[in-house]
């Protein structure tokens, strides 16, 4: 990236302050005095949990390490373990401050799931993702490993037990809020005590959306919540020692309550039409075969692909000149394709694909794109919010980039790009271009008259058979595409409202005709959808709980060589109406400098904001990959390095 003019850097160094350390202190609370006079809590990114005996203790989860300089305020001199219930930064970013702590030596233990997020935090940090990586979805990571290692002394499997002073704790696998995460349970005073991490906080809430998201909509995440919940229940226990928030006294009915929740969300979560069942009998009743091999003709001057187990992404409308305009081309060989093109100048009168317009952001719409322009001469179209995503997939951390498929192709940039609403005026056809935000924010609608019927091009939106009234349509609900509701599927199933189509032509060559009552099926689906959310959001506005971009860096992957440096921009996001307070840290590990180290200052209602920040590598950076951690206090609440960016080292 070219550097960002110096007005800007000059007014991110306005709002910045010197101090690198977090305005929110921590403070230290006893949730049962009474019962259990040596157990306390210590609050900064999380809550650290402290047993106590003698003048020695040991730590569930370590948040910022300000713990350690305050421990003496209740007789601790030496931490003798700390055990992380999983591997989120913010329960453990502190570690750098136990080298230097007085209060060592101390041991460390964690899950085995999570040993090599812990140990190898920058294995899961790529430069070119695939769609196979673990910890994704489609490439977009759902993990937060720390920025540097952290050597793990011991881990514990699923039905371990550990003992402390005399003290057993059963050390129980409660996934859910993380791939492996950890709760510890002690038994006391004849009650049990579980220091159950981020697996269900006060109020029946989970502590973010984005933790919990492992798939492509397909709710691992969410059964591995409900399952482990139950577990916990089994229990009984007197209290829940939650890594955030509040601990709960007596919470069976919470977890109850907890579960009911889960239960009524994954109802709504998972795809609104039989995807992996019988999806082949619902593609498609309406086109039949034409004189070329599996290209199948909807109407008249619309055609299509269609198989067995086959769902590429490619529609083609052919004038009567012979020329034709494309939506969509991807999962389909270059050599089928190619035999198609042939087959239909031969017999069906195409001359000429004039251009290509996928309708989102995701590879497998446009992976054939740049063969049809090498090898046909075809242009390539598409929506302006697009060009970015498509062009530098390597600036985001977003699911289904293109180079995730590994064929290739790492990015494709565009001949002509339209604004929203744009009509597009085509040999005879008349098409109006509209934003139709859903399972991303980056995606468009192509609409208009075809042989006496009007249509709609959506993408992997909407999906299924619009005569079974059990189906809704929806498609995939994935946070990492960038898919607010209110910003998302509720603002696509309103345009659909507004376009009134008679057919729809959906990604992976869904054909849906009259398709009016899917539509408002689907647009009820996406309002009780994002209520599901709010019930189960521990934020007031769930966006925040929602969303793993509202803080993010453009480019999220970087390369800078030792001694020299780059500009990134820090987008801030405000979902409120009223001004939002920020401060965020710019961690980095050693050999890598942010100016300036620290952004502080107020977003005003619902704004969106870049702010530039230069990164620069010393002379003796380690050469690789690192990871940036963006450690934020917004509105007076600290909640640690919950993102970050990557930055490549070379020599």
């Known amino acids: 990236m070219k550097p960002l003019p110096l007005l800007l850097a000059l007014l991110a160094f306005t ?36 047993l106590r005996d003698g003048d020695a203790a040991l730590l569930i989860d370590l948040g910022d390490g300000s713990v350690l300089e305050h421990l003496g305020e209740i007789g601790v001199k030496r931490v003798e373990w700390v055990l992380f219930t999983s591997h989120h930064r913010e329960l453990c970013q502190g570690f750098p401050k136990l080298a230097s702590a007085k209060t060592g030596p101390t041991q460390l233990a964690a899950p085995e799931f999570e040993r090599a ?284 980039p293109i180079q995730a498929y590994g064929i290739g192709v790492d990015s494709v940039r565009f001949d002509r ?45 909407i999906f299924g058979d619009p005569a079974d009234p059990q189906q809704n349509g929806h498609e995939a609900m994935v946070a990492h595409n960038s898919a607010i509701l209110d910003e998302g599927y509720i603002l696509g199933a309103q345009l659909l409202q507004r376009l009134k189509p008679d057919m729809l032509l959906g990604g992976h060559s869904y054909v849906m005709p009259q398709p009016a009552a899917f539509i408002e099926r689907y647009h009820a689906w996406a309002l009780a959808m994002r209520d599901a959310f709010k019930t189960l959001s521990s934020e007031d506005d769930y966006r925040y709980w929602f969303d793993p971009f509202w803080v993010r860096a453009q480019p999220y992957r970087n390369t800078v060589k030792r001694g020299e440096s780059f500009d990134i921009a820090l987008h801030l996001r405000n979902f409120r109406t009223r001004a939002q307070a920020h401060r965020i840290e710019i961690h980095t590990p050693a050999g890598l400098i942010a100016e300036p180290a620290v952004l502080q200052g107020t977003l005003e209602s619902e704004a969106r904001r870049p702010f530039p920040i230069r990164l620069r590598a010393t002379a003796d950076a380690k050469p690789g990959v690192h990871i940036i951690a963006l450690d934020i206090t917004r509105d007076g609440k600290r909640q640690g390095e919950l993102f970050d960016f990557v930055v490549e080292v070379l020599p």
């Open 417 to 461: 790009l339209f604004k929203s609403g744009e009509v597009l005026d085509w040999e005879g056809f008349k098409f109006t271009i509209d934003w139709m935000p859903g399972q991303t924010e980056f995606a468009l609608c192509v609409s208009g008259m075809i042989d006496g019927r009007k249509v709609a091009f959506t993408g992997d939106n």
């Open 15 to 50: 709002l910045a302050t010197a101090p690198t350390s977090s305005s929110a202190a921590g403070r230290f609370s006893q949730p049962d005095s009474a019962t259990h006079p040596d157990l306390f809590v210590w609050t900064d990114t999380c809550n650290v949990h402290v």
């Open 117 to 400: 997020l812990f140990e190898k935090p920058s294995d899961f940090r790529k430069m070119k993702v695939r769609l196979g990586d673990a910890f994704t979805i489609h490439g977009a990571s759902f993990v937060r490993p720390p920025i540097q290692p952290i050597p793990l002394d011991r881990t514990f499997k699923k039905m371990d037990t550990f003992t402390w002073r005399g003290r057993e704790l059963w050390c129980v696998d409660t996934r859910g809020s993380s791939p492996g995460g950890m709760s510890y349970f002690l038994k006391q005073s004849g009650r049990w005590l579980g220091f159950t991490g981020d697996l269900m906080l006060d109020g029946a809430k989970l502590h973010t959306w984005f933790d919990s998201e492992w798939d492509y909509g397909f709710a691992a995440g969410v059964w591995a919540l409900a399952n482990s919940a139950a577990q916990v229940a089994g229990y009984d226990a007197a209290w829940l020692l939650p890594a955030h928030g509040p601990a709960i006294r007596e919470p069976a009915k919470q977890l109850e309550e907890f579960q009911q929740k889960i239960y009524k969300f994954e109802r709504l979560y998972v795809r609104g039409y039989p995807v992996t069942t019988f999806a082949g009998s619902v593609q498609d009743r309406i086109s039949r075969p034409t004189a070329v091999p599996h290209v199948w003709q909807v109407s008249p001057h619309l055609f299509k692909f269609r198989g067995p187990g086959f769902f590429p992404n490619f529609y083609l409308i052919v004038a009567d000149s012979g020329h034709a305009l494309a939506v969509d081309c991807g999962l389909l060989q270059t050599n089928v394709l190619d035999t198609a093109i042939a087959g239909m100048k031969q017999h069906l009168g195409l001359k000429q694909i004039d251009a290509m317009i996928p309708t989102h952001m995701h590879g497998d719409h446009f992976l054939q794109g740049p063969h049809l322009r090498a090898q046909h001469g075809t242009k390539l179209w598409a929506l302006d919010r697009m060009a970015d995503v498509c062009e530098h997939p390597e600036w985001f951390d977003y699911a289904a």
